[in-house]
């Protein structure tokens, strides 16, 4: 078996590289603005505040702390240890650590779940499964955010890590089938020509 059919070597080598890049993860994402996808997983919420949200792949927390700050429980989860520590340190959540590979999530114990650029790190064959599994640790009603890279649904290592890069109607389909309803998808950066917005972003309610 080579790596390429091996998902979770995959998966590792993607989490070594993040290992290995902490710090650097750390200071070079500190001050990116998500404020616009927080925004469009809360406004969906119809739960009575405070919301428990689940960010997953929190990396070092700066996104655990924004939900916090307004407010909510949150918890992370994340596969990289070093920033299972970090976070835990810099908010005081309670962080998961567990690989996308290997998720064991309560049983819809989550009003929201936040997926900020993190999902299309998997193997396309993983991702339904693990869609399903997000989709069981929502709430009745509760809402997923993604953001991924979007692409032509190519797939493969860039750099490092492993990704894959959805188009619109490919993930759009992946969503459905995993039970999720539509809300809102948009382009990021916001205010810029399609071919400088290099993210997707779509807001689902479990249905």
């Known amino acids: 078996m080579t790596i390429k059919d091996d998902t979770h070597a995959i998966t590792d080598l993607t989490l070594d590289d993040y290992r290995a890049n902490a710090e650097a993860f750390r200071d070079g994402t500190r001050d990116h603005d998500v404020s616009q996808n927080i925004d469009a997983l809360l406004r969906h919420i119809e739960a009575r505040p405070p919301f428990r949200i689940l960010d997953l792949g929190c990396g070092p927390g700066r996104d655990l702390k924004a939900f916090t700050s307004r407010g909510h429980v949150a918890v992370g989860l994340d596969g990289a240890e070093p920033f299972v520590r970090m976070a835990r340190e810099e908010t005081?959540?309670?962080?998961?650590?567990?690989?996308?590979?290997?998720?064991?999530?309560?049983?819809?114990?989550?009003?929201?779940?936040?997926?900020?650029?993190?999902?299309?790190?998997?193997?396309?064959?993983?991702?339904?499964?693990?869609?399903?599994?997000?989709?069981?640790?929502l709430r009745s009603g509760g809402v997923l955010f993604s953001s991924n890279p979007r692409g032509n649904n190519q797939e493969g290592w860039s750099g490092a890590r492993y990704g894959t890069w959805y188009d619109w109607p490919?993930?759009?389909?992946?969503?459905?089938?995993?039970?999720?309803?539509?809300?809102?998808?948009?382009?990021?950066?916001?205010?810029?020509?399609?071919?400088?917005?290099?993210?997707?972003?779509?807001v689902w309610r479990k249905g």
């Open 92 to 137: 005081g959540c309670e962080v998961l650590h567990q690989d996308f590979l290997n998720l064991d999530l309560p049983v819809e114990a989550f009003d929201g779940i936040f997926a900020n650029a993190v999902l299309f790190h998997l193997p396309s064959r993983e991702i339904s499964q693990v869609l399903r599994k997000l989709h069981a640790a």
């Open 170 to 202: 490919t993930w759009q389909e992946l969503l459905k089938s995993a039970g999720f309803i539509e809300l809102e998808h948009y382009y990021r950066p916001a205010g810029l020509p399609r071919e400088q917005q290099p993210w997707l972003a779509s």
